[in-house]
């Protein structure tokens, strides 16, 4: 898959958990941490955050917790450690 096909299944992705506006602020972020759309997609699905008892933020979402993983995100990005 490329790097344009990761990009496209990535805003899908997280369009089923975000509103639109939350889904462009949460792709902006990951990318700009990650530096492609294949890490990105990665860390969402992938990394474990100590924070929400080492759940992915892709489970938390699943659990109905996208509101988490934004504060989270804010948190991060006001100089908050993870």
């Known amino acids: 898959m490329n790097e ?36 990105a997609r990665n860390w969402f699905e992938c990394e474990r955050l100590p924070e929400f008892g080492r759940q992915t933020a892709k489970q938390l979402c699943n659990l109905d917790q996208a509101d988490e993983v934004i504060k989270y995100f804010k948190h991060l990005e006001s100089g908050g450690y993870a």
């Open 4 to 39: 344009s096909n990761h990009y496209v299944s990535l805003k899908h992705e997280l369009s089923l958990y975000f509103t639109k506006q939350q889904t462009s602020y949460v792709l902006s972020l990951i990318l700009s941490w990650k530096g492609s759309a294949e890490s």
